[in-house]
């Protein structure tokens, strides 16, 4: 008996998997290189351009206190050893003071730039993706992947270069 369930249950497996086998035989697959997408289409350097602008004044106040603190350091290293020690103090409290502010500035810009980048590439990907989804319609395929995740594609089944210029279409 217990050979009998045995025997039907691998039965089972091996028609279930010829089964899938054969239905996947007839599914088209595309693969689309996102990377390729993302440094060849248009709104990838309209946004850069876009977010340089939009922190250029920060990241030129940064540049001044990092100039700050340089000049700073190279007075102490310079006039240390005719200053008293008083004014060594002053100019050590001068030196910390514009760190932390330059760290603290850093880090909000780093942080700021970081969340309107993501905003930024999370549009892109919108368009990308309506682009696979009206290319993969017309050209009828079931499945995209992206070609980092398949080991191995025909170059026919690569639809890149329709994505781009479908995204670089989109205004």
Same mark, same amino acid.
């Given at each position: ?20 086998? @054969?239905?996947?035989?007839?599914? +088209? ?19 850069? =351009? ?9 990241? @030129? ?11 700073? =350091? ?30 603290? +500035? ?30 993969? @319609? ?9 070609? =980092? ?23």
């Amino acid at each position: 008996m217990k050979k009998l369930f045995k025997s039907v249950a691998l039965a089972t497996v091996a028609s279930s998997a010829l089964l899938s086998g @054969a239905a996947m035989a007839d599914q +088209k697959i595309a693969v689309v290189n996102m990377q390729e997408v993302m440094g060849s289409i248009p709104q990838t350097d309209a946004i850069r =351009q876009t977010l340089e602008n939009e922190f250029k004044d920060a990241r @030129a106040e940064l540049a001044q206190l990092e100039k700050d603190i340089k000049y700073f =350091q190279e007075k102490k290293k310079r006039d240390a050893s005719i200053m008293s020690k008083k004014d060594v103090e002053d100019l050590d409290k001068q030196i910390a003071d514009a760190f932390k502010i330059y760290q603290e +500035k850093g880090q909000a810009l780093q942080q700021q730039a970081g969340v309107r980048q993501n905003e930024e590439t999370n549009k892109i990907l919108a368009l990308i993706r309506q682009a696979i989804d009206k290319v993969a @319609a017309d050209k009828k395929y079931d499945h995209v992947l992206n070609k =980092q995740a398949a080991l191995f594609s025909k170059p026919e089944h690569e639809i890149t270069q329709n994505i781009i210029e479908q995204v670089s279409k989109i205004k």
